[in-house]
């Protein structure tokens, strides 16, 4: 089944431990990208990557850090997490920029 | 900065009307719009669109693009309460910026039986 898998699904944690939440496709998309939304701010890009080894900024990536190693997998790294950090992730595929992009079930994360 | 601006925030209609949801955009290098649906989880992908004054429609749904006034409507007829959603419009940028998506904060439906 073609999907994007995101772990965990849930994760309190506290001001500065390191942690990384998972994003893994299983279509051979090139373009992968991560997002943030939060009440009354719709989605917003933290991420993105054309392919392998390729990342670019979104509108938001104060504070994360990605890794495009392989063409499957594209963390979100939060090296010092915050509680403004506090929000609700997507990670999302598509073969190219623009076309029909897959999201994962989405990563609620809280930051005390 | 690139900005995506939905109107209205949010609807309330019964079911059986016809609602238009607006979506204006401020892009540099614009590339194409796209619509998105969330319901209670992740979010759909509905339509894209590179062109004026094309309409894209699928099933009771229907979007067109306006690239010279900056703006894209998505219209739903007869609506349903399985239509009470978030919208959400999306801008693809081009140039450096090609990959970049800015999203705009979506519109809340609310479809009454």
């Known amino acids: 089944e073609a999907q994007v898998t995101q772990n965990p699904r849930y994760l309190i944690t506290v001001t500065g431990k390191k942690l990384t939440v998972t994003c893994s496709q299983n279509?051979?998309?090139?373009?992968m990208s991560w997002y943030r939304q939060d009440p009354g701010l719709g989605l917003r890009q933290i991420y993105y990557s054309m392919n392998v080894e390729v990342t670019d900024k979104g509108d938001v990536p104060e504070g994360y850090k990605v890794s495009r190693k392989e063409k499957r997998n594209f963390p979100l790294i939060l090296e010092s997490p915050s509680p403004n950090q506090t929000s609700l992730y997507f990670c999302?595929?598509?073969?190219?920029?623009?076309?029909?992009?897959?999201f994962g079930p989405g990563t609620r994360l809280t930051v005390l | 900065e690139d900005k995506v601006v939905q109107s209205p925030l949010s609807l309330v209609v019964h079911e059986g009307d016809t609602v238009t949801l607006n979506c204006s955009y401020e892009?540099?290098?614009?590339?194409?719009l796209l619509w998105y649906k969330q319901e209670k989880k992740a979010p759909t992908f509905l339509f894209m669109l590179?062109?004026?004054?094309i309409e894209k429609k699928s099933g009771r749904l229907s979007s067109i693009l306006d690239k010279k006034e900056l703006f894209s409507i998505l219209n739903i007829t007869a609506t349903q309460t399985g239509d009470s959603a978030v919208y959400l419009c999306?801008?693809?940028?081009?140039?450096?910026?090609?990959?970049?998506?800015?999203f705009g904060q979506g519109t809340i439906l609310t479809v009454h039986p």
């Open positions: 999306a801008t693809n940028a081009g140039g450096t910026s090609y990959g970049k998506l800015t």
């Open positions: 892009v540099t290098n614009f590339r194409s």
């Open positions: 590179t062109s004026s004054g």
């Open positions: 999302a595929s598509s073969f190219l920029v623009g076309d029909t992009q897959y």
């Open positions: 279509m051979n998309h090139e373009y």
